[in-house]
């Protein structure tokens, strides 16, 4: 395991009620701590991202990856490469593949996976209408093209479930939100929260994206607060968050949500990570 950088003490998470879901059934939050580190990615190593545990998507996938977007995923150094110690995502405005953006898709899908844990990460946002980062998860049993069609160990999205640590808007620079997708909750009708950073952005500094999550409970903080929790009572269908799901690294262009980039979105853009960590 890679030596710690920059290391932060655990966040002991704080119940405030100012934050609380309004969709909890108990008005109480269950917090844990969860200590011990068991994967970390430092980006320490400058070049490509670690082949051990990181791949590629590549490409539009179906229907420009289920929302209209608009960039080609590539894997070249321009788009997603790990330099002075940060993961770089960049997104650029630029011909390709005949698409006119180009941006970059890691996945730990086939090299890593966790089943509950605390996962987190420090990254710095980019911004301008179209942008739309994201640190999020999905369950280890999706069927994908490359697997066998109707394996009966696979299942399609969203029985899969997804958590969405951090998605964001970049014309919204002050605002994140977290959330998460089963059957009958999934797209527009997904459970979630978002969180409104107060006297400062998202795309001026580093900021830390994680969830504690367990059997009955996913816990959703940034930095030193908690913000929402869900938990089976709080979802319209069945709970699908109990077994292994994997992580994924991604800055999108346009698409149904977040609509296209406009005359004012500088190009490129760049999200970095200066880590990713999951402790049980």
Request: proline residues 6%.
């Amino acid at each position: 395991m890679i030596l710690i950088k920059n290391k932060i003490s655990l966040i002991t998470l704080i119940l405030v009620s100012s934050f609380l879901n309004s969709c909890s059934t108990d008005e109480k939050q269950t917090v844990v701590t969860k200590t011990q580190l068991v994967m970390s990615d430092e980006f320490n190593e400058d070049g490509a991202p670690n082949t051990s545990l990181w791949n590629y998507d590549i490409g539009t996938g179906s229907n420009g990856w289920g929302n209209n977007e608009l960039q080609y995923y590539t894997n070249r150094a321009s788009n997603i490469k790990v330099e002075n110690g940060m993961l770089h995502i960049t997104a650029r405005n630029e011909q390709y593949m005949g698409k006119a953006y180009t941006s970059a898709r890691i996945l730990t899908k086939g090299k890593y996976d966790t089943k509950y844990g605390r996962i987190e990460a420090r990254i710095k946002l980019p911004r301008g209408k179209g942008i739309w980062p994201a640190f999020w998860m999905l369950g280890s049993n999706i069927e994908t093209a490359i697997e066998i069609p109707d394996n009966p160990n696979t299942v399609a999205w969203p029985q899969c479930g997804e958590i969405d640590i951090m998605e964001y808007l970049g014309n919204k620079p002050t605002e994140f939100f977290g959330t998460v997708h089963g059957p009958g909750y999934s797209g527009g009708a997904s459970i979630g929260k978002t969180y409104t950073l107060p006297n400062s952005r998202f795309d001026t500094d580093f900021h830390v994206f994680g969830i504690e999550w367990d059997e009955n409970y996913i816990n959703f903080y940034v930095d030193d607060k908690l913000y929402n929790q869900i938990t089976p009572e709080d979802v319209p269908g069945e709970w699908v968050f109990n077994q292994p799901f994997y992580i994924i690294l991604n800055v999108a262009v346009g698409g149904n949500l977040p609509g296209s980039p406009d005359s004012q979105t500088p190009f490129p853009q760049t999200m970095l990570v200066d880590y990713i960590r999951v402790y049980q």
